[in-house]
């Protein structure tokens, strides 16, 4: 492994050489490469995360190029997963990355969450979550929720270990929101990039072994007023 490439964040006592490489063994599964997967992938990637699963089904849209900024114009109807395994390997080659250009369900969530160490959600769908949710617990893999919506977003880890808080502490009633409609899609891709980056340095924390991870705790921010709140659940 190219040392050098990491040496900024190996001056800091919290991860040196020992945390590095322990990036390097880590598996990490991005279900999304939207919004929030965009800077979740890219970070973790140029942190030097050895290896990324990327799950998405979805191709870009030029409605996506305000928020998604590992797209271009030039990417605009190509599937994500395609055109983000080259961006991230041109970024750092060093880093394996996995693509499932399907989307995640009940029927194969289990085999593919069983090859990663943790899970960072970076969907956008109720259901989705619910099922990632649920096989985290069962295999006691962490998982870091995020969602945004206009400029607010929120953060927290579930499933960490067998007394975690999951996500349906959170959200409880499951019937509910299935029978909600589409989350509004309003956002500026500022809100995306800071809530991405908050996911991206839980798993860092978590793999690393410093600072408080939000286990079982909600983090929430409005970048319009720029408050931000820790709540436990």
């Given amino acids: 492994m190219a040392y050098e490439r990491y040496e900024r964040q190996?001056?800091?006592?919290?991860?040196?050489?020992?945390?590095?490489?322990?990036?390097?063994?880590?598996?990490?599964?991005?279900v999304g490469v939207g919004g929030l997967g965009t800077p979740i992938s890219l970070y973790l990637s140029g942190a030097g995360v050895g290896r990324?699963?990327?799950?998405?089904?979805?191709?870009?849209?030029?409605?996506?190029?305000?928020?998604?900024?590992?797209?271009?114009?030039?990417?605009?109807?190509?599937?994500?997963?395609?055109?983000?395994v080259e961006k991230l390997k041109a970024l750092n080659h060093e880093v394996e990355v996995d693509t499932?250009?399907?989307?995640?369900?009940?029927?194969?969530?289990?085999?593919?969450?069983?090859?990663?160490?943790?899970?960072?959600?970076?969907c956008d769908?109720?259901?989705?979550?619910?099922?990632?949710?649920?096989?985290?617990?069962?295999?006691?893999?962490p998982y870091v929720y995020g969602a945004i919506e206009g400029f607010c977003?929120?953060?927290?880890v579930f499933c960490r270990t067998a007394g975690s808080k999951t996500y349906r502490d959170l959200y409880p009633d499951e019937a509910a929101f299935r029978r909600m409609p589409s989350p509004f899609k309003g956002v500026v891709g500022m809100t995306a990039a800071?809530?991405?980056?908050?996911?991206?340095?839980?798993?860092?924390?978590?793999?690393?072994?410093?600072?408080?991870?939000?286990?079982?705790r909600l983090w929430t921010v409005d970048l319009r007023t720029m408050q931000s709140y820790v709540i436990d659940l």
């Fill in 125 to 141: 769908n109720y259901a989705t979550r619910y099922v990632l949710n649920d096989v985290c617990a069962a295999q006691g893999k």
């Fill in 194 to 216: 800071v809530v991405g980056c908050v996911q991206a340095h839980e798993v860092l924390k978590m793999v690393c072994g410093y600072g408080d991870v939000l286990d079982g």
């Fill in 52 to 84: 990324l699963g990327l799950v998405d089904d979805d191709t870009v849209g030029l409605t996506n190029l305000h928020r998604q900024v590992l797209y271009t114009e030039a990417d605009v109807k190509k599937p994500k997963v395609r055109v983000a």
């Fill in 100 to 122: 499932y250009d399907f989307r995640l369900t009940q029927e194969n969530a289990a085999d593919i969450v069983g090859r990663y160490d943790m899970v960072v959600d970076a």
């Fill in 10 to 30: 190996m001056l800091l006592p919290e991860i040196g050489e020992e945390g590095q490489e322990r990036l390097r063994a880590a598996r990490v599964l991005v």
């Fill in 153 to 156: 977003g929120q953060v927290a």
